[in-house]
């Protein structure tokens, strides 16, 4: 069980470094067993290991790619060790899900036509999710159409979509124009590091942060926010 923020850092380090290792010896079953394990044994949140491990192995990763420190191959090589990680500790979100106050609401979430970037929203999914809200996550590369059939047949209360380069900001806005005119009544939200460093031309109720909008004060080990 935690027993301050200190060690829970501590161990979300010591997972980093763990995972980092094996990534680096190629050894995709031991970096899996061994963030799967620490989820399962209580020792590191589902919310620690997405914000405090993955998401930061993931940004290295880019930033090594880019600067020519890493092949292409071994940038998909994390980003596919790294989405078996995500779906095996689902388990855990269930189980957090289940201690949740359940929120009543229900979000769409998927990526805008040509995003191939789905992992960050896959976390979204899981963060809402243990927030206590139906989570309907539909990945990669969406069509508007199949967006707009999914949130009327699913009845959803939000959309949330994902974006990772500047460069689709414009298409993005067009997006949610077109989704805000036929989904009347749903919230449209958008995220990702498209918007990361400038705001403009976003409303606060489409460029919502996550910790505000789910106020559930960061999840720790055994699920009790703060211990
Ligand atoms: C993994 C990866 C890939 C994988 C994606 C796998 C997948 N299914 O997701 C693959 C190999 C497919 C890929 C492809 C490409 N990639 Co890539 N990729 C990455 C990498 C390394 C990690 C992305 C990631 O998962 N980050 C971790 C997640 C957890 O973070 P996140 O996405 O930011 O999400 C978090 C928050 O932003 C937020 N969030 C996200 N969405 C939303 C939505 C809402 C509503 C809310 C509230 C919050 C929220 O919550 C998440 C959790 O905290 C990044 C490096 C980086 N710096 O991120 C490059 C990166 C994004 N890729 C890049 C590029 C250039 C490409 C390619 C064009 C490469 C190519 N030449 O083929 C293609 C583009 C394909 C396409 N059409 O989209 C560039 C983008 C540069 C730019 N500024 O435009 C980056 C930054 C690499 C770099 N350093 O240059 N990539």
């Known amino acids: 069980m935690a027993d301050g923020g200190a060690s829970v850092n501590g161990r979300t380090v010591e997972l980093r470094n763990a995972v ?22 209580r020792r590191v949140a589902v919310a620690e290991l997405y ?4 998401h930061p ?10 600067a020519g420190e890493r092949r292409v191959w071994e940038e998909h090589l994390t980003a596919a060790t790294v989405r078996t990680i995500v ?21 769409l979430l ?22 206590g809200w139906t989570a309907y996550f539909l990945g990669a590369d969406t069509p508007p159409d199949e967006l707009v059939d999914a949130a009327r047949e699913l009845d959803v209360d939000a959309v949330a979509l994902s974006s990772s380069t500047h460069y689709h900001r414009l298409a993005v806005r067009h997006l949610v124009d077109e989704l805000k005119l036929r989904l009347p009544g749903v919230n449209v939200w958008v995220g990702g590091p498209a918007f990361a460093h400038d705001r ?22 055994g699920g009790a926010a703060g211990e």
Do not use: N
């Open 20 to 41: 980092e290792a094996a990534l680096a010896a190629r050894d995709k079953p031991t970096a899996v067993r061994v963030a799967v394990e620490a989820v399962s044994g």
């Open 51 to 54: 914000r405090d491990v993955l």
């Open 57 to 66: 192995i993931l940004v290295d990763v880019g930033a090594r790619w880019q």
């Open 87 to 107: 779906e095996l500790v689902y388990p855990e979100v269930l189980r957090l899900k289940a201690t949740a106050k359940s929120s009543g609401r229900s979000v």
């Open 110 to 131: 998927a990526c805008p036509p040509q995003e191939a970037h789905d992992l960050g929203l896959r976390m979204v999914a899981d963060r809402f999710e243990m927030a």
């Open 200 to 221: 403009e031309g976003w409303t606060e109720d489409e460029l919502v942060d996550l910790d505000v909008l789910l106020d559930d004060g960061g999840e720790r080990p």
